[in-house]
Antibody, heavy 118, light 112 residues
Framework: EVQLVESGGGLVQPGGSLRLSCAAS????????MSWVRQAPGKGLECVAN????????YYVESVKGRFTISRDNAKNSLFLQISSLRAEDTAVYYC???????????WGQGTQVTVSS | DVVMTQSPLSLPVTLGQPASISCRSS???????????LVWFQQRPGQSPRRLIY???NRDSGVPDRFSGSGSGTDFTLKISRVEAEDVGVYYC?????????FGQGTKVEIK
């Protein structure tokens, strides 16, 4: 059974930092692109970062460039998102996801809440 | 980044009636490999999203055949032939052709 389990969310002050983690199991983690997708309260989905299987290619949505860093440890089947210079508008549930644009199955974690507030 | 625009944003539907959601992209979604990577997700209240359709018109395993996708280039449509109560939720299109992948704003389907 495929599982994606996020951790690391919490309440942080504006300008602060957090490191989100995602533990993957049930599939060959090193063979898939991975993504972080966020959803602000009452809002839609936003794909904030994508990372290639070997970590050699990374893509970010414009609003987080320079502040967020996606990375992975294939030996530990783990995905990470380092988020810094946090703003109120970064408040959201952050999902770890194995998105796929082709026929491969898509999987989502349950999400971890990040709240930016003083 | 490619902008995905959905309409309508709210769609009240009578049970058993059809529903249609439009999704338009700011750039063509035809990839250099010849594929068009347009995906549809359904998010039921309180749940993580579920993919329904990939590459414009291919249904995922377990997705009822009342869901269908169509379109090309920059214009795409998700149709539900006869809406059932379990179809209530928010529907998102997403493009996977250009980096970063981007979602539409979502269309909320509710029962009248």
């Amino acid at each position: 059974e495929v599982q994606l389990v996020e951790s690391g969310g919490g309440l942080v002050q504006p300008g602060g930092s957090l490191r989100l983690s995602c533990a993957a199991s049930g599939f060959t983690f090193s063979s898939f692109w991975m993504s972080w997708v966020r959803q602000a309260p009452g809002k839609g989905l936003e794909c904030v970062a994508n990372l290639k299987e070997d970590g050699s290619q990374k893509y970010y949505v414009e609003s987080v460039k320079g502040r967020f860093t996606i990375s992975r440890d294939n030996a530990k089947n783990s995905l990470f998102l380092q988020i810094s210079s946090l703003r109120a508008e970064d408040t959201a549930v952050y999902y770890c996801a194995r998105l796929a644009r082709g026929s491969a199955e898509v999987y989502w974690g349950q999400g971890t809440q990040v709240t930016v507030s003083s | 980044d490619v902008v995905m625009t959905q309409s309508p944003l709210s769609l009240p539907v009578t049970l058993g009636q059809p529903a249609s959601i439009s999704c338009r992209s700011s750039q063509s979604l035809v990839h250099s490999d010849g594929n068009t990577y347009l995906v549809w997700f359904q998010q039921r209240p309180g749940q993580s999203p579920r993919r329904l359709i990939y590459k414009v018109s291919n249904r995922d395993s377990g997705v009822p055949d009342r869901f269908s996708g169509s379109g090309s280039g920059t214009d795409f449509t998700l149709k539900i032939s006869r809406v059932e109560a379990e179809d209530v939720g928010v529907y998102y299109c997403m493009q996977g052709t250009h980096w970063p992948w981007t979602f539409g704003q979502g269309t909320k389907v509710e029962i009248k």
